[in-house]
């Protein structure tokens, strides 16, 4: 489609409700918010690895018995408009794909963010997901994956040198609906390698049923080399059949959005004096066990668990003009907005001494997780 035509197309759907209000389904889309970390190396050394390594929101799964490996990294090296990116760096390269292999980066959407679609209904809707990319020349594969109902659509896609806005159109699927609720219903997911239980079969042309030897036909792989690198960003998926703008949010929109599945309370290295974080408030319930309750900045997904860095005094509890050191924490109570925490291992104290506890090294980290 030319650029005319494309800015033509764009005008008529201004006027059937596509452009106007929150457009995009997808989280960080722009890759601006990178809680945990903004580099991460020798990703995909076990088995099976399915986490989130840098910017928030994106998941990488890295299964069956690989032997590649790589780098993820926020990256500023965005295309016009954008600021970041997150870049893939193959660190060690797989020269005999098994069977079993797969690489994937993916974001996960709960069923209640995706009711406008209409899925599995007479209204059902057309979608179209839409992402900048450039990298190695290669081709990729691209698939909307149906939790719910084992069901998907696939395709692929080549990137070049050069950075290029690429989209897909998803055609509407009367089978099937997405659940109501804050569970995972629906993946995005970019494959980037695949070993032959997943590329020998043909990719379907519309929604179908889940069969694995489709889910990643005509794929090359990114494991193919160490000269291998992929940068993406500016996703969006968006009710409709036309590509609109990508949709740009603040920094602390996209902020308070990711909070909602992952939110660092403290990390000592994020300090004013790159040890002591501050955390909470707490106080002695006995001589040997210190309690703490903490107000999160946002309802989580669900209740969260702890995700926390220990070693030997990686934390202070200061009161009564003196300090323990505390190893870790955990867990006693919680919801999706308040928790409460405690200590019984490394304690000493008096019944009823109040203080404050904060981080006292700069690898110590306090977080909390609600991801699907």
């Given at each position: 489609m030319s650029k005319a035509a494309e800015l033509a197309k764009i005008g008529e759907v201004a006027t059937n409700s596509q452009i106007g209000g929150r457009r995009n389904i997808v989280y960080n889309g722009a890759m601006?918010?990178?809680?945990?970390?903004?580099?991460?190396?020798?990703?995909?050394?076990?088995?099976?690895?399915?986490?989130?390594?840098?910017?928030?929101?994106?998941?990488?799964?890295?299964?069956?018995?690989?032997?590649?490996?790589?780098?993820?990294?926020?990256?500023?090296?965005?295309?016009?408009?954008?600021?970041?990116?997150?870049?893939?760096?193959?660190?060690?390269?797989?020269?005999?794909?098994?069977?079993?292999?797969?690489?994937?980066?993916?974001?996960?959407?709960?069923?209640?963010?995706?009711?406008?679609?209409c899925k599995g209904t007479s209204d059902a809707k057309q979608l179209v997901v839409s992402w900048y990319a450039k990298g190695t020349p290669k081709t990729y594969g691209i698939e909307m994956y149906d939790n719910d109902n084992t069901r998907h659509f696939t395709n692929t896609w080549t990137v070049?040198?050069?950075?290029?806005?690429?989209?897909?159109?998803?055609?509407?699927?009367?089978?099937?609906?997405?659940d109501d609720d804050n569970a995972l219903s629906l993946y995005i997911l970019f494959w980037l390698h695949a070993g032959s239980n997943f590329t020998s079969g043909s990719s379907p042309s519309s929604?179908?049923?889940?069969?694995?030897?489709?889910?990643?036909?005509?794929?090359?792989s990114f494991f193919s080399s160490t000269d291998n690198e992929l940068f993406i960003t500016g996703v969006q998926l968006e009710v409709g059949s036309v590509a609109t703008p990508f949709e740009h949010l603040s920094f602390g929109?996209?902020?308070?959005?990711?909070?909602?599945?992952?939110?660092?309370?403290?990390?000592?290295?994020?300090?004013?004096?790159?040890?002591?974080?501050p955390i909470s408030m707490g106080a002695m319930y006995n001589s040997s066990t210190l309690y703490s309750n903490l107000e999160l900045p946002?309802?989580?997904?669900?209740?969260?668990?702890?995700?926390?860095?220990?070693?030997?005094?990686?934390?202070?509890?200061?009161?009564?003009?003196?300090?323990?050191?505390?190893?870790?924490?955990?867990?006693?109570?919680?919801?999706?907005?308040?928790?409460?925490?405690?200590?019984?291992s490394d304690i000493s104290g008096t019944a009823g001494h109040a203080g404050f506890i904060r981080t006292a090294n700069s690898a110590a980290k306090f977080a909390l997780t609600a991801e699907l």
């Open positions: 601006q918010v990178a809680q945990r970390a903004t580099s991460a190396t020798g990703l995909g050394a076990n088995a099976t690895t399915n986490t989130y390594p840098t910017v928030d929101r994106w998941n990488t799964f890295h299964g069956g018995t690989t032997a590649g490996r790589f780098t993820m990294t926020q990256t500023a090296d965005g295309p016009s408009g954008f600021a970041n990116c997150m870049k893939l760096d193959c660190t060690t390269a797989d020269a005999s794909i098994a069977a079993g292999e797969e690489f994937l980066i993916s974001q996960k959407l709960e069923g209640q963010d995706l009711q406008a679609i070049t040198s050069s950075w290029q806005r690429f989209t897909q159109v998803i055609p509407a699927d009367t089978t099937g609906a997405f929604w179908a049923s889940i069969t694995a030897a489709n889910r990643a036909v005509g794929i090359g929109e996209t902020l308070a959005l990711a909070q909602r599945y992952y939110t660092v309370v403290a990390h000592g290295a994020a300090s004013q004096d790159g040890t002591s974080h946002c309802d989580m997904r669900t209740t969260p668990t702890l995700e926390i860095v220990s070693a030997t005094n990686y934390y202070n509890f200061y009161r009564n003009g003196g300090g323990d050191g505390v190893d870790d924490f955990a867990l006693t109570k919680w919801g999706t907005r308040v928790i409460e925490f405690y200590n019984n």
